[in-house]
């Protein structure tokens, strides 16, 4: 229990974005980065840091970026990104600290040019 608890506690702890359409910024209280395409995201916790690009082509989108393990505290980082149609994706973990993992969703074929993404910690 207690991994689900320090992962939940990872999570509230990230910093959140939501890009609207328009280019604005707007900084929530969602453990979330929902981003439209072209958005360039870049967040961190107490022992990660990630930062990803939305791609969009012909009504497909994507994420592309990297995530890093930045503390030494036995858990590893990732990256979860979740398609409008439900659909989730996880990318390489990081770890131990200072590992730096690139990566790059697979397209996704969905009619919303919108994705969430979150990065957190987990324990391994």
């Keep these: 229990m207690k991994k689900h608890v320090g992962l939940r506690s990872r999570l509230a ?4 974005v939501s890009v609207l359409a328009g280019g ?3 900084f929530g209280a969602s ?3 929902a981003a439209a395409c072209g958005a360039s995201l870049s967040v961190s916790t107490a022992g990660a840091s990630a930062a990803w690009d939305v791609a969009c082509d012909a009504g497909h989108i994507r994420v592309v970026g990297w995530v890093k393990d930045t ?6 980082a990732r990256v ?3 398609y409008a149609n439900g659909d989730k994706w996880y990318s390489p973990r990081a770890c131990p ?3 730096k993992v690139s990566f790059g969703s697979p397209w996704s074929s969905t009619r919303s040019q919108i994705i969430n ?3 957190y910690e987990f324990d391994v």
């Design 117 to 119: 993404a979150y990065l």
């Design 13 to 16: 702890a990230t910093a959140a």
């Design 24 to 26: 604005s910024v707007v």
């Design 71 to 76: 503390d030494n505290d036995g858990q590893c």
């Design 97 to 99: 600290k200072g590992t």
């Design 31 to 33: 453990p979330a980065a």
């Design 80 to 82: 979860r990104v979740e």
